[in-house]
């Protein structure tokens, strides 16, 4: 059966920035290890993962600056880089951020921004305007770097990115050496800018908060391999396994031994499909998902379905966290110490009898 794409008069969407089994060793180790990636006009996709996982060894194979071991780099259908073939960097048209906004501190705001462009001085002119009109920084065209805050200097570092008008930009770690009042805010204008502009995005990041404000889609990297990619919704809620659900978030994890399909804990039975009998899994569930109720004189809610079976246990700790509160609470059934976060305020004394629930649904079971 033909597929859609394949159907005539129907023109395939080409990638703008294709990388296909990309493969970089250093010391005999793959730092990156078979990654591939396809990024649309207007899309940004977030590299997202812990330091040394190999995100930032991929954007420098990207733009040319390192060549990896294996694979191939594509920009809008054409090959730009593989093993033999190599389109070197200032060919590219691939626009570069970092932490460090390595801004000229001899040349005017103006010239920051105007380097690197072609054209006439009247034409370069017209171009810096309008790019510092768009980050409201028109006012200081003819100021200097150490003129401006971080925050505007980030925002010159970007328009000096843009002006050349680059068909992809690769973003590493942009936004943190900025303060957290100024941060959200700059990142919502500078999704804004590269939007209008069409440019394909790659960023790299660290804080799960930052792809799932920015990204339309999010590949998830551990150990120079992306072990998970979809949308921000899909790869917080499907989780591949125990270590992405905690990459996000905290997360509570109970040990149980598969039965029949049923892994028996202090919240009753869990399914396990297709589980072997005596595999250990990890039944995991993040703190949000905790239902807390009320003590009745020695009995707790009853027993439901979609929620389990009632788990008595002890308030260890309450704190505020200024938009919610986290609660540790000690089990009875084991001794073991559950998370629990409740919008606005919550903070039930030390040794406040509670019980628990957890919506089957909002359960992650994998092999230990």
Same mark, same amino acid.
């Given at each position: ?63 040319? =600056? ?84 971080? %925050? ?24 943190? %050496? ?15 800018? +590269? ?31 992306? =072990? ?11 989780? =591949? ?32 499909? %297709? ?5 250990? =899994? ?31 246990? +002890? ?54």
């Amino acid at each position: 059966m033909q597929s859609e794409i394949e159907q005539p008069g129907i023109t395939p969407a080409v990638p703008r920035l294709e990388i296909r089994n990309l493969v970089r060793r250093f010391q005999g180790r793959a730092v990156v290890d078979n990654v591939s990636l396809r990024i649309m006009p207007g899309q940004v996709t977030c590299l997202l993962g812990p330091s040394g996982c190999g995100k930032s060894t991929t954007l420098r194979m990207i733009a040319g =600056v390192e060549m990896q071991d294996s694979g191939e780099i594509w920009v809008d259908g054409k090959l730009v880089c593989d093993t033999v073939f190599r389109v070197p960097p200032e060919r590219r048209e691939i626009g570069l951020m970092f932490q460090d906004f390595a801004l000229f501190p001899h040349l005017s705001v103006a010239g920051n921004v105007a380097f690197g462009l072609r054209g006439s001085k009247e034409e370069k002119r017209a171009r810096v305007a309008e790019l510092l009109d768009k980050v409201d920084l028109l006012q200081f065209i003819d100021g200097y770097p150490h003129q401006l805050s971080g %925050g505007e200097q980030q925002r010159v570092a970007l328009a000096r990115a843009l002006a050349p008008r680059p068909r992809i930009m690769l973003m590493d770690e942009p936004f943190s %050496g900025l303060d957290n009042r100024l941060r959200d805010g700059i990142r919502d204008e500078t999704l804004t800018l +590269l939007k209008e502009e069409d440019t394909a995005v790659l960023l790299v990041t660290h804080e799960p908060d930052e792809a799932m404000r920015m990204a339309d889609e999010i590949a998830l990297m551990r150990d120079g391999r992306i =072990v998970q990619q979809g949308a921000p919704y899909n790869v917080y809620t499907r989780p =591949v396994d125990r270590a992405s659900v905690a990459f996000f978030s905290d997360a509570n994890v109970l040990r149980a031994t598969v039965s029949g399909a049923l892994a028996q804990t202090l919240f009753g039975q869990f399914l396990a499909p %297709g589980v072997p009998d005596g595999t250990d =899994v990890d039944i995991v569930f993040r703190p949000q998902h905790v239902r807390i109720d009320f003590d009745r004189a020695g009995n707790g809610p009853r027993p439901t379905p979609t929620d389990g079976v009632p788990a008595r246990a +002890l308030v260890k700790r309450a704190r505020f966290m200024g938009h919610e509160s986290l609660v540790e609470f000690c089990m009875d059934f084991d001794g073991s110490v559950l998370k629990a976060t409740v919008p606005n305020v919550f903070l039930p004394a030390e040794g406040t009898v509670m019980w628990l629930t957890v919506p089957r649904s909002r359960c992650f079971v994998f092999p230990t």
